[in-house]
């Protein structure tokens, strides 16, 4: 009797671990061919005057729109994410430096990483919020890529990029966007400019960079990664909704809300907001308490 039941448990556990490792199997099958999909896009051309004015904003943009928080203060790289279970992903050098950008990298596969998300050969680049930059205008594309072309060499070397069995497992499930490419209108068209005004629709415009983490309709939800604490409503029916327009200001200028919480940067990147002009944040609270 008790060789029957041990034979019965050994199959079933065999069944389990079969089952699992057809499972991992899937998985690893599944995201290297996503991770390997060539994508075929026309890159739409862009003006890129490279003046003083306009590198400045774009060093603005670098800023407000989070590049340096993944890719360093001085845009040459940087290591954001090292977990052997997640992924081994960096933030590329994106000066012409050793380890950097190739000589010949141009306007049009800047409009291919930003506008698409995907690399000069069209596959995928890893984690890089091209679904959020394919929503900015003519204007301020062309700005983030004066400013970086006249970005002075540095010289920075990484290992290559890693995914982790967890990451693999997430992306497979849909918790994890590690190939934004996919989620973008590749035949869509940049807006020549939006207009900078205190309106809904120029705050509905701002608040492309607040949907990685806080989704389309701003009413936050599940952590966006293991370990991260869930993400907040900052609509009309979230706590913001009882802010001021002073206080969410201040909130998004220095880190610290209304009712006296620190905000973590690595989970709201106030550093990235308190680069927004005074216009800016007004557009975007007004955006979120109409919505």
């Known amino acids: 009797m008790l060789k029957k039941i041990l034979l019965g448990v050994g199959i079933v556990l065999a069944l389990i671990i079969v089952g699992i490792s057809g499972f991992l199997t899937k998985v690893y099958l599944s995201t290297e061919s996503r991770r390997n999909t060539t994508y075929q896009v026309n ?3 862009l003006t890129v005057i490279g003046d003083s004015v ?13 590049c340096r928080d993944c890719h360093g203060e001085d845009l040459g790289g940087k290591v954001f994410i090292d977990d052997p279970k997640l992924a081994f992903l960096v933030g590329k050098n994106l000066t012409k430096g050793k380890g950097g950008l190739a000589t010949d990298h141009n306007i049009s596969d800047w409009v291919l990483a930003l506008k698409h998300g995907i690399r000069k050969d069209g596959k995928p680049l890893l984690f890089m919020p091209s679904h959020e930059y394919t929503l900015l205008s003519e204007q301020d594309i062309s700005a983030l890529v004066a400013y970086a072309m006249s970005l002075p060499p540095v010289d920075r070397e990484f290992p290559d990029q890693q995914i982790g069995l967890l990451g693999r497992v997430l992306t497979n499930i849909g918790k994890l966007d590690l190939f934004p490419a996919e989620l973008i209108d590749h035949n869509r068209q940049l807006v020549k400019e939006v207009t900078a005004e205190v309106s809904v629709d120029f705050g509905k415009y701002l608040s492309s960079g607040c949907q990685g983490c806080h989704r389309a309709n701003m009413k936050g939800g599940e952590p966006v990664a293991p370990g991260f604490p869930p993400v907040a409503d900052i609509s009309s029916t979230g706590k913001v909704a009882n802010w001021t327009e ?3 200001i201040q909130t998004l200028r220095t880190g610290k809300t209304p009712e006296g919480k620190i905000l973590n940067p690595a989970e709201m990147p106030w550093n990235m907001t308190a680069a927004y002009t005074d216009t800016e944040l007004k557009a975007l609270f007004l955006y979120l308490q109409n919505i």
Do not use: C, E, V, W
Request: overall charge positive; charged content about 15%; glycine content about 10%.
């Open 43 to 45: 890159p739409q051309s």
């Open 54 to 66: 306009q590198i400045a904003y774009g060093n603005r943009l670098m800023t407000a729109k989070g």
């Open 246 to 248: 002073d206080q969410f």
